[in-house]
């Protein structure tokens, strides 16, 4: 079992950044991919970006090259570092972790809470 919980989401200015944190429980966190999805209010809830074991990253085109996932398996927490927010990333983030490769979203097994961002134009 592992319980996640997201930090660090708040109200920002267009251009602006935000870094969430998400911190895990369990010794197995280092074994998990974990994802990070959103959700805008009305729409479905959507993929970010995802990092592996060993530390590889993908991200969905709508973020690429503004978003950036790490872990820190020490501390047991994966970070979302978001540069350039437009009112268009307004929506909760949540964070999850899948025990094998994370690909789409039903393969993840556990989730956070979520947190709100909120991007002003």
């Known amino acids: 079992q592992v319980q996640l919980v997201e930090s660090g989401g708040g109200l920002v200015q267009a251009g602006g950044s935000l870094r969430l944190s998400c911190a895990a429980s369990?010794?197995?966190?280092?074994?998990?991919?974990m994802g990070w999805f959103r959700q805008a209010p009305g729409k479905e809830r959507e993929f970010v970006g995802r990092?592996?074991?060993?530390?590889?990253?993908y991200y969905a085109d709508s973020v690429k090259g503004r978003f950036t996932i790490s872990r820190d398996n020490a501390k047991y927490t994966v970070y979302l570092q978001m540069n350039s927010l437009q009112p268009e990333d307004t929506a909760v983030y949540y964070c999850?972790?899948?025990?094998?490769?994370?690909?789409?979203?039903?393969?993840?097994?556990?989730w956070g809470q979520g947190t709100q961002v909120t991007v002003s134009s």
């Open positions: 990092i592996n074991r060993i530390g590889n990253t």
């Open positions: 369990g010794r197995t966190f280092s074994t998990y991919t």
């Open positions: 999850a972790a899948d025990q094998f490769l994370g690909l789409v979203q039903r393969d993840y097994d556990y």
